[in-house]
């Protein structure tokens, strides 16, 4: 059973940031190299960064799966839809729907807070997962590249879901 808790304290913030780190090394160092992931993880995953985001307005929920800590999300609302900053799953839960189950909770927060669309960027080169999010409904709707400093650019797609 997958269940979602909304993440408040720095503590909350700390277990996210150090699975955010695992997830990180694992997934983003073929995409983008490992000092990009390093630059990344310390001012877009930490628990300084995360706490933050979330006293700027972004939410925060842990994902647990059979009580078990193996994700998490990052959503916020902008006009009439949810940015979907981070969803994010441990390698080894993953294909076990949790992803989807993940999707889905956050599908129904955006009609919560009566949204009309779920927007989000994915690296372009992150195949696998915009083959997932294209398969839960989800649209390209342009490209970005923006610099995060340091000689370091994220390099997205945008995604739509419209609901």
Same mark, same amino acid.
Request: aromatic share 14%; proline share 1%; net charge neutral.
């Given at each position: ?26 997934? /983003?160092?073929? !995409? ?9 993880? =310390?001012? %877009?995953? +930490?628990? #300084? ?22 994700? /998490?999300?990052? !959503? ?9 900053? =981070?969803? %994010?799953? +441990?390698? #080894? ?71």
């Amino acid at each position: 059973m997958t269940e979602f808790f909304i993440a408040i304290t720095k503590e909350h913030f700390e277990d996210i940031a150090a699975l955010a780190d695992i997830i990180w090394r694992e997934h /983003y160092k073929p !995409i983008i190299g490992v000092e990009q992931v390093n630059y990344m993880v =310390k001012n %877009y995953q +930490s628990a #300084d960064a995360m706490y933050s985001q979330y006293n700027d307005g972004y939410i925060y929920f842990k994902v647990h799966h059979n009580n078990q800590f193996v994700g /998490y999300i990052s !959503i916020k609302k902008q006009d009439d839809s949810l940015f979907l900053s =981070k969803i %994010y799953v +441990s390698k #080894d839960f993953r294909g076990q729907k949790i992803g989807k189950s993940a999707m889905e909770f956050v599908q129904s927060k955006a009609i919560e807070m009566n949204c009309k669309s779920i927007n989000l960027a994915v690296n372009r080169f992150n195949i696998n997962s915009i083959k997932a999010y294209e398969a839960m409904g989800f649209k390209t709707i342009g490209e970005t590249i923006t610099d995060i400093g340091n000689g370091f650019f994220m390099d997205d797609y945008k995604m739509e879901k419209l609901l």
